[in-house]
């Protein structure tokens, strides 16, 4: 399994700084994210260090030296400070073994735009209390970094979250093997698994990959490596929950931390058990302020 010892239940305290969101459903047509060649599909390769790819980093606990563990990505927010991964790479309490910190395109060693500290944790309850594999993801509101206290959207920009339960069409998949010190990246074809999770087949994506971006064509975030066996018990296999209303409540949760009184995680468990059709093309149904 890609899961690399990090587990727990999950956080969320309190901050003040930010409004709520009032997020719609919308389709788009958004540049690509991430530069990866389409054609050469099922195939692991180092991914390029380009501006779109420098949006997915390695987690690391604490600060650089102790290797990293898990991969993350930028999601657009109306705080510019939100990050999506597999739940099971945060910790329930961020001071043992150091606070999580966000290394976005890491690299040979090398954060280029600093490290950023994750400061709180929003995962589903049915994650937080059961561990269930069904809700194997989650976002982390990151504190300022280390580039003059700006926020990291407006260091390395972000994409839209994709929560429409579709799936079938191509996706690229972009993370950190814990045994390497370069990204790798694969595209080819999200096929269902189940009625709540999908998988991929791409090579080489052991551990440390969990939290991975899947990126569809239209440049949205529709997965990450993370649900069945915490993202796959095969480094050629990887699984995602599929994002849906569950997910979707997540987001809004961890952008509206900012209330008078914010609620600690989610409640509603929606009812995420519409099938998911294998053969249904990626539209992107993304989430905006």
Not at 67 to 83: E, K, R, W
Not at 132 to 160: H, M, R, Y
Not at 223 to 228: A, L, M, P, Q, T
Not at 262 to 286: F, G, I, K, N
Request: charge should be negative.
């Amino acid at each position: 399994m890609k899961r690399t010892g990090i587990s727990g239940r999950k956080f969320a305290p309190r901050r003040g700084r930010f409004s709520a969101l009032s997020a719609a459903a919308v389709l788009l047509v958004i540049p690509t994210y991430g530069d990866h060649d389409t054609v050469a599909r099922s195939l692991t390769t180092t991914a390029p260090a380009t501006a779109a790819d420098a949006r997915v980093g390695a987690l690391f606990k604490g600060d650089l030296d102790g290797g990293h563990y898990c991969t993350a990505s930028v999601v657009h927010s109306s705080g510019h400070d939100l990050i999506v991964t597999a739940a099971h790479c945060l910790s329930a309490d961020e001071s043992e073994g150091g606070r999580t910190v966000f290394a976005p395109a890491y690299r040979d060693g090398s954060a280029p735009y600093g490290t950023w500290p994750v400061e709180s944790v929003y995962a589903d309850d049915s994650w937080n209390e059961d561990g269930d594999q069904d809700s194997d993801v989650a976002f982390a509101v990151l504190g300022p970094g280390s580039q003059g206290g700006k926020q990291i959207e407006d260091v390395v920009g972000a994409a839209p979250l994709f929560a429409d339960r579709a799936t079938g069409g191509p996706v690229t998949v972009t993370g950190y093997p814990s045994d390497t010190e370069v990204p790798q990246v694969c595209t080819n074809t999200a096929t269902a698994y189940g009625a709540t999770q999908q998988r991929i087949d791409c090579p080489a994506f052991p551990g440390g990959t969990s939290g991975s971006p899947w990126v569809t064509e239209g440049g949205a975030v529709a997965g990450v490596i993370g649900g069945y066996e915490f993202g796959g018990d095969d480094p050629d296999v990887s699984y995602s929950v599929v994002f849906g209303p569950v997910t979707k409540s997540l987001y809004k949760l961890a952008e509206s931390a900012g209330d008078p009184e914010p609620v600690a995680h989610a409640t509603a468990r929606a009812a995420d058990s519409a099938a998911v059709t294998e053969d249904q093309p990626l539209v992107c149904a993304c989430l905006l302020p």
